[in-house]
């Protein structure tokens, strides 16, 4: 595996489920991001995690909740999601904060 | 407030039919401007990076200028596999990465 990988790509859930997407970066970077990509919308930052530590948390609902174990890996915890964050989620790294980013192919998450 | 604002919203070209996109931003304190690629159903792909003005950067039929309050995407002789959405994005404080829009490319054979 290369880049920035996810999984899983599409996500159809209920508005009662919990579920979890999963990111994981093989370029030996320090810094990891969520995004989330809406139609006709700019990308919006919701998490920033540095050196494993959340260091930008961007308004976002707490039904998303965010989880960094090491600097490979980034989860985005899942739960009593509403029709409107049905959306691409994109995870991106970089090799410091500030640095250009390198995204993954995202998740397609609907929420019915 | 800082603001990013990317133009056309969309253009169609002919292939070999150059032209250029526009990326005019507001924003204390410019720490950098990005352009990324997007295709259909995929996550954006970094092109550049540009930190003042007066920088240029070049890949392929790609060249990406910057001054003080906007950057161009200048694309020569497109080619059909041009196609795709370019984000700009800029770096303000605290190294927040600001995207626009983007500008939605279709270059037809």
């Known amino acids: 595996e290369t880049g920035v990988t996810q999984t899983p790509r599409h996500l159809v859930m209920g508005m009662t489920n919990k579920k979890s997407l999963k990111c994981e970066q093989h370029?030996?970077?320090?810094?990891m991001y969520w995004y989330k990509q809406s139609a006709k919308k700019p990308l919006e930052l919701m998490f920033v995690?540095?050196?494993?530590?959340?260091?930008e948390n961007n308004s976002v609902p707490s039904r998303f909740s965010p989880e960094c174990p090491n600097s490979s890996h980034l989860f985005l915890h899942l739960h009593t999601l509403q029709p409107e964050d049905s959306a691409l989620y994109l995870c991106?790294?970089?090799?410091?904060?500030?640095?250009?980013?390198?995204f993954g192919p995202g998740t397609r998450l609907t929420v019915l | 407030e800082d603001q990013v604002t990317q133009s056309p919203e969309a253009l169609r070209l002919q292939e070999g039919e150059s032209s250029s996109l526009n990326c005019s931003y507001t924003?204390?304190?410019?720490?950098?401007l990005f352009w990324y690629r997007q295709d259909p159903g995929k996550g954006p792909e970094f092109l550049f990076t540009?930190?003042?003005a007066g920088e240029e950067k070049e890949k392929e039929r790609l060249k990406a200028t910057l001054t003080k309050k906007e950057s161009f995407l200048h694309i020569t002789a497109p080619k059909p596999e041009d196609s795709a959405t370019y984000l700009c994005?800029?770096?303000?404080?605290?190294?927040?990465?600001?995207f626009g829009t983007g500008t939605r490319l279709q270059v037809f054979p």
């Open positions: 991106a790294s970089s090799q410091w904060r500030g640095d250009e980013q390198f």
């Open positions: 995690y540095s050196l494993e530590e959340r260091v």
């Open positions: 924003v204390s304190g410019l720490r950098g």
């Open positions: 994005a800029v770096q303000a404080r605290a190294d927040k990465l600001i």
């Open positions: 540009l930190y003042s």
């Open positions: 370029l030996g970077h320090n810094a």
